[in-house]
Structure formats: C-alpha cells, structure tokens
C-alpha cells in the first residue's frame, strides 16, 4: 500500500467552494487534508478523497473567478500566497513575496 503525501500547498478557499463534498456521507463540513487529493471530513472524522467538484472536468476559470472562486494557494510551511497565473507555461503559480495571509 503506497503512503500518502503530505500536501505542501491547499488552495485559500475551502473545498465546498470548488463542490468538492464528503463522498463518504456527503457533508460539506469539510477542510483540505494534511494529505494530498484528500479532504477531511469533520462529520465523519476521516481523511477521504472527496467528490472532484468543478476539478471533475473542464474548469470555466474565467467564469469560475467573474463567481468569485480563487484558485489562489497556500504554501503550508511559509504561509505564502501562491497566486494562480495563466500565460504561456500554461497554468502556474507564482509566489507573492512579503504577503502572507
């Protein structure tokens, strides 16, 4: 059995913003898992990779922002803000030096 890798960054939203829910009992009273592509459920107490939510297919990022979702992150271990940008490397994101949030 693999083990689970800690998650080094969490977007700044939680995941009931992206519909990402419990796939366990379905609850929203969720927060992102110390582990990676994992969620944890306060209702159920467990880590549990969740429903995928808007990460379930073609993200509308433009749309998804004018709704005011952020794909922005945190980098767990300094507190930075790694903030989503689109160019051409594609998706990436790019650290905000002196912002913490």
Same mark, same amino acid.
């Given at each position: 059995?693999?083990?689970?890798?800690?998650?080094e960054t969490?977007?700044?939203?939680?995941?009931?913003?992206?519909e990402v829910?419990?796939?366990?009992?379905?609850s929203?009273n969720?927060?992102w898992?110390?582990?990676?592509?994992? @969620?944890?459920?306060?209702?159920? %107490?467990?880590? /549990?990779?969740?429903?995928?939510?808007i990460?379930g $297919?073609?993200?509308? +990022?433009?749309v998804?922002?004018?709704?005011? @979702?952020?794909f922005d992150?945190? %980098?767990?271990a /300094?507190?930075?803000?790694?903030?989503?940008?689109? $160019?051409?490397?594609? +998706?990436?994101?790019?650290?905000?030096?002196g912002?913490?949030?």
């Amino acid at each position: 059995m693999e083990m689970a890798k800690k998650r080094e960054t969490c977007f700044i939203q939680q995941p009931a913003v992206y519909e990402v829910f419990c796939d366990l009992c379905g609850s929203v009273n969720t927060t992102w898992s110390e582990y990676e592509h994992m @969620i944890w459920c306060f209702e159920c %107490e467990k880590d /549990t990779p969740g429903t995928s939510g808007i990460f379930g $297919g073609p993200i509308p +990022i433009q749309v998804s922002k004018m709704l005011g @979702i952020s794909f922005d992150k945190i %980098e767990i271990a /300094t507190g930075d803000i790694l903030r989503m940008k689109t $160019g051409e490397k594609g +998706i990436y994101w790019e650290k905000e030096i002196g912002e913490h949030p």
